[in-house]
Every structure is written in structure tokens, then in C-alpha cells.
T-cell receptor
Framework: GNSVTQMEGPVTLSEEAFLTINCTYT??????LFWYVQYPGEGLQLLLK?????DKGSNKGFEATYRKETTSFHLEKGSVQVSDSAVYFC???????????FGKGTLLTVNP | KAGVTQTPRYLIKTRGQQVTLSCSPI?????VSWYQQTPGQGLQFLFE???????NKGNFPGRFSGRQFSNSRSEMNVSTLELGDSALYLC???????????FGSGTRLTVV
């Protein structure tokens, strides 16, 4: 079946530091890949997505590239802000179903 | 346009009772999915409905059920509540393809 593995946190960075959160996946065929973000007390917000190999998703300074050869979709941001503090989830939709399969989430804390 | 609306936001129930949660999807979205989020198990898929038909189902006991109405609104029911059912229940809607889901803010269920 489908699965997503992402680096476990928590990750603590200083403002303006570079961020990488690793995500690898197992799926049949060509899944669609997503990063969602969850702020305290809220639901999930779609941060970015990529639906085919070599696509780069980007939003609010965050980027991730769909790498079929390494089955990865790492999240990066060049300069994090305090307001980026949240839990980040890597997810995919793949195979013959339409459900999202999530990683366990990575808690990011950015200090001023 | 309006987002995904879940009601109620918070709920406290007693063991053995049943509960119904409601979800109104984004206008035009025909797919509605439900997820359970707990600190221990993370995000787990419950079921997905498309045009009033259950298209996918997760590995939850039969006490968890759902339905979708002709206007795409969905309800989820949990009968004979157990303490372990305490969780954040998230609803998400989409057009029914693999382009990703938009989530609501969730219903926080506490079973005492």
C-alpha cells in the first residue's frame, strides 16, 4: 500500500534560517504529492502540490520538487519566519483510490 | 468562496452515547472525506464519498459510519462512543480528482 515517511521533529530554527523537511514515499504508479500545514487549533491548509514527476510546487516561499527517481518530495524554504511555526504534513494520493495518505507530521518552531 | 464548514467545533459526549458530525463542502465539490487526528495515531482516513456513494473506506470499526446527501453535504456518525474516540475529526472536500483536498477546521470530540 501507499506510505509516506517524513523526518520527525521537532525542528527548531532561528528566524531567517534555511529549512528542509525530508519526505519520501512508497506508492504504485504516479501519485500526486502534497504538503499541508496545520497551525495550532486549526485544520490543515494545503501549502503546495505536485502532480507529476519533476514538477515543482511552490507557495509563500516554500518549494518542493517531485523526484520520481528518489521517491522524494522534500520541503524547503530559504528564510523562515516566526509565523511559519506549525506542523507540516507530507501526503500523497495514489493508486486506485482517492484518499490522502499522510506522514506523521513535523513540528517546526521558529524563534526570533 | 466559502470554505469547508464543520459543525459543531467542539463536542463533549459520554461513553456509550452516539454523535453526529456535519460537514458542508465547498460549492461545486462532489467529494467529501473524513479523517481522524489523534496525537498517537496521527491522521487516519475514515471514508470518502463521491456523489452520494462511498468510494473508499478506511480501517475503522462499524461504529463509524457516514453518508453524503444530494447537495454534497456529509455527516459522520459514531455510535457507542469509547474514550479512544476522543479526537479531532476533519472533513475535506475536493472536485473528486487527485488535485488535493480543502480541509475544514475540524470538530474536537471529547468522550468522558
Amino acid at each position: 500500500g501507499n506510505s509516506v515517511t517524513q523526518m520527525e521533529g521537532p525542528v527548531t530554527l532561528s528566524e531567517e534560517a534555511f529549512l528542509t523537511i525530508n519526505c519520501t514515499y512508497t506508492a504504485t504508479g504516479y501519485p500526486s504529492l502534497f504538503w499541508y500545514v496545520q497551525y495550532p487549533g486549526e485544520g490543515l491548509q494545503l501549502l503546495l502540490k505536485a502532480t507529476k514527476a519533476d514538477d515543482k510546487g511552490s507557495n509563500k516561499g516554500f518549494e518542493a520538487t517531485y523526484r520520481k527517481e528518489t521517491t522524494s518530495f522534500h520541503l524547503e524554504k530559504g528564510s523562515v519566519q516566526v509565523s511559519d511555526s506549525a506542523v507540516y504534513f507530507c501526503a500523497l494520493i495514489g493508486g486506485s483510490n482517492y484518499k490522502l495518505t499522510f506522514g506523521k507530521g513535523t513540528l517546526l518552531t521558529v524563534n526570533p | 468562496k466559502a470554505g469547508v464548514t464543520q459543525t459543531p467545533r467542539y463536542l463533549i459526549k459520554t461513553r456509550g452515547q452516539q454523535v453526529t458530525l456535519s460537514c458542508s463542502p465547498i460549492s461545486g465539490h462532489r467529494s467529501v472525506s473524513w479523517y481522524q487526528q489523534t496525537p498517537g495515531q496521527g491522521l487516519q482516513f475514515l471514508f470518502e464519498y463521491f456523489s452520494e456513494t462511498q468510494r473508499n473506506k478506511g480501517n475503522f470499526p462499524g461504529r463509524f459510519s457516514g453518508r453524503q446527501f444530494s447537495n454534497s453535504r456529509s455527516e459522520m456518525n459514531v455510535s457507542t462512543l469509547e474514550l479512544g474516540d476522543s479526537a479531532l475529526y476533519l472533513c475535506a472536500s475536493s472536485l473528486g480528482d487527485r488535485q488535493g483536498y480543502t480541509f475544514g477546521s475540524g470538530t474536537r470530540l471529547t468522550v468522558v
